[in-house]
Structure formats: C-alpha cells, structure tokens
C-alpha cells in the first residue's frame, strides 16, 4: 500500500544515524523511561519501552520476534512496562496503518485509536516513500 519493501529494513538501516538516534532515544533509562529486552543466550528476541509524558505514558519499540510470538514473551515485557508506571496516566502507542494484526492485539488488550493519523518518513527510505501511524489509547 505504501510501498515499503523489505529492503527497507535490511539490517544496514540499523546502522543509519536516525536509526541509532531513534534507538539512543528509546533504550534509556532514568526516572522518566525505562526499557526492557527478552533475550535467549546472545540474541534479543522482544523488547519494549515505556516514557513518561506530561499526560499520558508513550509504548515504544515494542517486539518480539515472529518466531517467539505466542509464548508469554510479549506479556511479559508489558507487565514489566507497566510496572513502571506511578500513575494512572492513559497508555499511548503508535502503531503502523499497515500491522493491522498488531493493530487488532491492541483493540482486543483495551486499546482505541484516537483518530489521529501521522505519515512518517525515514532517512534510510527512498525519497517520498511514507508511512502512515494511528494512535492508540488505553485509559484505566
């Protein structure tokens, strides 16, 4: 629909400035982020992390490899995110239009889109290549 392709996440992009700034960005943590890993013996296999707003705490980079769904890893990580949180502050993620069974994941864990639709385009793709994210939004 978008025109992404695979080669838009070969594994070169992980060595892109944006992508290592996108990623120095995700992976902290102090008193307003925290991030965390499932990994098996050397190889990272889910991740998640979880920043503080001023009204609401964003998901980010939340994973777990295809072959490893299925198996507690990403419930897992989620409870570790949301144990992290002080306050009942609603949970946003951003999810891509085009992951539509992470998308339905979300809606069936509680999740409404806000309406709000962002197009998104990254340094590593080519010249007007976008993509477009919908908000999600969980209160409790």
Known sequence: KYGLE?????????????TLKYFTDVLQSDSKHAAYMAMTKDKIIGTISIAKRDKYYEIRCFYVKPINQGEGIGTTLWQKA??????????RIMVAETLVSARKMYERWGFKTTGKKEMYHYDEWPKGLENAYLWYEKTN
Request: proline fraction near 13%; glycine fraction near 0%.
């Open 6 to 18: 695979p080669e838009h996440f070969a594994p070169w992009i992980f060595e892109t400035k944006s």
């Open 82 to 91: 949301m144990e992290f949180r002080k306050t009942n502050l609603p949970i």
